[in-house]
């Protein structure tokens, strides 16, 4: 858990009403990017693996490819890759975040001065 | 409902593991700064009366002092108003919103090129 005050942006992405690409769905795409598979990728992310198929379907079906590819192997459950289209919606969502980051850096200098000094006495610096 | 894809920026101030700032937080302040009153600004968003009240005392002890104000008045339950600290927190979060919402616009608009077109085969711009 951090204990220092963070900005968290939490872009959502919402069409015909619904989410359909968020921070779940982002950390979902890296995890397979990252492992190459769903279960895997779940599971890091304590989801469930029905849970990560819900969240796939909604993203693939909501963009103009698939972001996710399933690939049938020998293993139980297959490996999983992200299309091009996935690899760079992926990267577009994180250059986001940043972007928001960025923008909002003196706003939420000025913002987090505004927080309550810890219980202890310690100013809003890490010194450790 | 929107139905043309939208991005909405939910920024999340974090401290100390607890969400002291979010999108919630900042419509409740916004409620009360409108009509002057909890229990008011709860219906509005939906929110029961004692939720309304948990997230304030969340922002009233994470800030240095009270962003809430409430005035023991007549009223079954009194009236209530943003302290100075309260307005420029609310305005310096909407004027982060704005923030990330600019900085990201190029992107978004990268983005949303990528969604799938509606089944009616409309484009991605609102001509009513």
Redesign the interface.
């Known amino acids: ?3 220092e ?13 619904a989410i ?2 968020g921070p779940g769905k982002a950390d979902l795409l890296e995890g397979i990017k990252e492992t190459g598979s769903i279960s895997e990728a779940a599971a890091e992310l304590g989801m469930s693996y029905m849970r990560a198929w819900t969240l796939i379907r909604t993203m693939n ?4 490819e698939p972001l996710v590819l399933t690939v049938r192997g020998g293993e139980a459950r297959g490996g999983a890759t992200l299309s091009e ?1 996935g690899e ?2 992926l990267s ?2 994180r ?2 975040e940043n ?2 980051l ?3 850096a003196e ?2 200098k ?3 001065k ?5 219980a202890g006495g310690g100013d809003l610096f890490d010194r450790r």
Request: glycine share 2%.
């Open positions: 858990m951090e204990r005050p963070v900005l968290h942006p939490r872009l959502r992405v919402l069409n015909r009403g359909v690409l079906t909501a963009f103009r289209i760079r919606i577009t969502y250059e986001m972007l928001s960025s923008a909002t706003k939420w000025a913002l987090r505004l927080l309550r000094q810890p």
